[in-house]
């Protein structure tokens, strides 16, 4: 046997031993983003391509999320809890873009968890991040049930009611925004990544607020207990995950 | 009875997820190879990405052609563009698996560990090979392609390959320190 070969044969055996990622889920995560959306039958165009991936981001979103049995698609636009998926064409422009770990939460003074729970329809929780630390609160009444913000400098939690009547909070997914079908906290959620993707807020009459249109980056999205929670900021999905876990269940029936 | 890819792709075609599940399934260890080897831990997003491609161009793949070599060309531009949007003026940081139950092999501890110093230089080696050879490499030898295969995944000639791989394996023994000297 010559070097060369036995060099080959060592390649061939290495390849065998590469620290492979498991891709345990991996099927999963590709056959539940391909759902409902059959192979094109010609090359599709840019247009379709968008469309595309707008629809594959929407049904990640309705089969990670908690769905009532009332969910539904119009269109390009789908609806998942809570949260409504559009293309981000459908956006209007955004009247102020911040990043997710400057932005102050929407329309709201710095108030205490008490003060926030007076204004919400949903029971707010607070993570127990070690060590502790007291977040900047603030609240959002314009959006129906209401909108907790809880700004911790690098990282922000943000609450809202995850109830079956109209949508309160929009995503517009750009082709290239990934997601990732993931568990948080012991429930279905959503890890979404790569390029930036808009987020804006419903009013009380279901329009979409101009005002409230903002860029995000890295966001871990899931819903429980009629809640849906998003957190903001984090590059490494285990360390949103981490502040999920922290985040006790709300109690059974908690009043206003 | 063990369906055959041309019928799994059949069935993909008309929306089968099951059966596109059950192709993925058989080429997805090859395919995280080959991500790996360009992508490093990129690996697992790029061939998420290349297997939702692959499934919505399969309009594309010719039926009867073997399907390995085609999706793994679709992994392969995905690993790089992984690399190249991520990670490409960084050196490849690469690992072996510790796991000595791989293939069945269990050597003893003292084997083990040698053979994992081994594999661990000639892996360093590999991760240190220009792109373009690491890419043909991967294929050939950690993939177990042809070079007909390798040439088809690859869109070139099978000169090409040969040629290729000829300079990136004495481009490793030179790293190795295995010159050939006749």
Known sequence: MTDSRDLEARLVALGHHLDTPEGQHLITAVTDRIAGVGPTRSVPTRRSLRFVAAVAAAVII?????IPPSRRAIGNLFRAGNVEVRS?????????TTTSTTQAGPGGQPRTIADAQRVVDFPVTVPDVIPPRTPTISVDPRVPGGIVTLDYGEFRVVETAAGPGRPTIAKGMEPGTRLRSVTVAGTSGLWITGTHHLVAYFDRDGNLRQDTVSEHGHVLLWARDGVTYRIEGFDQLADAQAVADAIPAPPPEAGG | MRASDDELIDRSRAGDRDAYGELLARHQLVALRIGYAIAGDDAEDAVQEAMVKAFRHLDRFRTGAPFRPWFLAIVTNEAHNRRRDHSRHRT???????????????PSAEDGAVRNGQRAMLLTAFARLPDRDREVVALRYF????EAETAQTLGCAIGTVKSRLSRAVGRLRITLGEESHD
């Open chain 2, 143 to 146: 993939a177990e392609l042809s």
């Open chain 1, 88 to 96: 981000a064409k459908d956006f209007p422009e955004p009247s102020v």
């Open chain 1, 62 to 66: 309705l089969g990670a999320l908690v």
């Open chain 2, 92 to 106: 490849l940081e690469l690992r072996v698996t510790t796991n000595s139950m791989v293939r069945g092999d269990a």
